[in-house]
């Protein structure tokens, strides 16, 4: 009802006298604030729907109006029960009831309905008014009440163990917790954090009660990114977030959190209870970090790792796979990368496999494994078993990071064990039969072993030396391995993991060192903790042996590639009178992508090239062979340097790999004008320094990079520059090896420095200027990583 301080009615009036239409215009308004309104007409066809009906269920009004109540019709009520309301109203009389309906979403909700009907003149009703209450939250606790008095005892005694369990998860969890309750107008009480909260955070329980504490410990500008969610939350804008986020520690150190809340709201909607789960995610940033220092390393370690180090797009496609792909499952690594993992993977295996994939992008990190089948070129079925992570790549996409690695071997004892279980006698003869030596030991220190295969008699030892004591498997592991294998062991112990591999040495009888692979499974008692290790342990030596061997051939072929490549290049420069030649040339590998070159065009011309062959390796080493064999071809007798780079171009592009490019710079000096005719194909401008002036010039004429277009588009963008040599100016080609060194600080060089270094030697010779230069990017780059080839060309009139 209306009090008579409601500005919408004159104080001198009451609310039941004056206009008619005044006062349906209040009860009107009374009712769209209070209930669920909705007239229909004499046949049940909805003509009025009040906002409340439209929130409720979802629809909008005009989605509604126009239909019968079967667009809300749950299938709760049987028909005897719509039979007997509308036998009801159709009489003239009153109907009372709860009803269950469905919104547009397809959710339930409850309303406490009354339906009256509107009579016409000759009695029977015109139509028909329902006014309805939602009692959705009252229909839940009268349910969830009845199921708790059915079971009052059980449910009690579940209550409490449940209590204790949440209490004990509370105050041992993993991860950081916290709530706080909310008192119903608004204000929140002291904030409840458990021990592994206040750890990360570094403050104590109680210092943790108080928010603003908190406060102080965030990052300013990420703590009010949290109080925006906060706040969105509490308008009911969405039902949690997450965010990372940094503390400052107090003891000086910074922690990454991944911090997580949600609330809890009583039946009015008030929030009642905030929530806070905070996950320690400083290690995964700083091995993002690591990661991006050192990308050069690590693009290294793909190439020569054992296992098929992998990664897969958020889409399912290969993003790249290692050389060990080729060498274990037939496939060239072109024929994997960009192809879906569904066409390698067994289809019984492919439901586990997505899901693991999925759950580690989602997760960031998976400390399990996965063990499936991949389809080998030959059409047979390999058994792998890889971990994984999700790195975010340079689109920043997160994208999933595999390494697997054939368990075969592993994979058949495994099946073969598993066949005889039934059978202890059965059982203990496959495993005497098997290469692997089977292993039980007590999680107790030193490793006591219970059981040991008689296979174990390849290493040199009996059995009963282990079962007996005098021996323990912990005693023969390679002195240089057992602190590491024992810290695993612990590591995989205390986080739950029921199966793990390790590979390590181990020390025969006779003083000789194996290489094994332990596929370890972990038994648990009743308590959760650990009982027992169950070890299958498998010789690898001669695969070590291999992985040995093949690591120093490769390394020998990149050797004798480099001594080649680096012969290609001009160490001695031809004598032109006219002109001061030097050339810096600093590969980052073994084989280099970047060349340089001088070379006669005619008799009174030379060129100058300098380019860079996108990658590394011995892929790029080649296109710079070729690139170097063809430029010197087409170069003979030509003037013109566009004329010269578009033939290169048109040359090279139909052997030129995917994905691989070149950028180039090339200028021919004639020695009569001194007119340097040049074109730049993607390559870095070249700097001219003139003598006396204060700033260089940038040689920029454009173009694309050799390799992006057959010849058309090459041909059209290409554009030829020409500028005068004075005697004393200075021309510098160079790579962006240079220009993009970095320092610890991950700084660049940058080119402004680079100009400011030739400038300051300007009248030394050139092979002073490049020793100086050498030296001032050493001192500069000396802690950072080096992950390009470092190329430099220096031209100067005499």
Known sequence: MFSHEDPRVPSNVSPLSGDRGELLEWLKHALDEHAIVAVTDDHGVIVYANDRFCEISGYTREELVGQTHRVVK??????????????????????????????????????????????????????????????????????????LAADHAGQAAQLRAARTQLQLFFEHSPIGLSWREVSPDGMPGANIANQR?????????????????????????????????????YAGKRSSFTLEKRYMHRDGRIVWGNLTVVILRDAAGRVSNHFAMLEDVTARHAAEQELRRSEARWRTYLQTASEILYAITPEGLFKFATQAWTAKLGHETEEVVGHSYTEYVHPEDLP???????????????????????????????????????????DGRRAFFGVGRDISIRRQAQEELKAALAKREELEQIINRSPSVVVLWKAEENWPVEYVSQSIRQFGYQPEEFTSRRLSFRGITHPADRERVGAEVEAHAATGHREYNQEYRIVCADGSVRWVDDHTVV??????????????????????????????????????????????????????????????????????????DVLPVDGHRWGFVIADVAGKGPAAALMMAACRATLRLCAAGEPSASVVVKRVNRALYADMPRGMFISLFYGILDLDTNKLNYVRAGHEPALLLRTGAVAPELLAAGGLALGFDEGPVFDATLQEGEVVLHAGDLLALYTDGITEATNAAGEEFGRDRFAQALARHEQTSLARMVEKLDRYLRQFSALASRNDDRTLLLVRPR
């Open 197 to 233: 909260f206040c750890e990360l955070v570094g403050l104590s329980p109680e210092e943790a009660r108080d928010i603003e504490n908190l406060r102080r410990a965030s990052d300013p500008v990420e703590w009010a990114r949290q109080q925006e969610l906060t706040d969105e939350i």
């Open 352 to 394: 586990r496999y997505t899901l693991f994939v999925n759950e580690t992008l989602e997760k960031g990190t998976n400390p399990g494994s996965i063990e499936y089948r991949v389809r080998h070129k030959e059409g047979r079925w390999i058994w792998h078993a890889s971990t994984g992570s999700a790195y975010t790549d340079r």
């Open 74 to 147: 749950s299938e709760v009520h049987p028909p005897e029960f719509f039979a007997d309301l509308w036998h009801t109203i159709t009489a003239g009389r009153v109907w009372h009831g709860t009803i269950c309906n469905r919104a547009k979403n397809g959710g339930h909700y409850w309303v406490e309905s009354t339906i009256v009907p509107l009579p016409s003149a000759d009695g029977k009703p015109r139509g028909y008014i329902a006014l309805r209450t939602d009692v959705t939250q009252l229909k839940q606790i009268e349910e969830s009440t009845a199921r």
């Open 523 to 596: 038994r648990f008692n009743a308590e959760g903790l650990v009982t027992h290790h169950e070890g299958l342990i498998t010789d690898i030596t001669a695969r070590k042996d291999a992985e040995d061997r093949e690591r120093d051939l490769r390394e020998r072929d990149l050797r004798l590639a480099g001594e080649v490549q680096h012969h290609l290049r001009p160490h001695v420069f031809p004598d032109i009178g006219e002109v001061e030649i030097e050339a810096l040339s600093q590969p980052s590998t073994h084989l280099g992508g970047d060349y340089y």
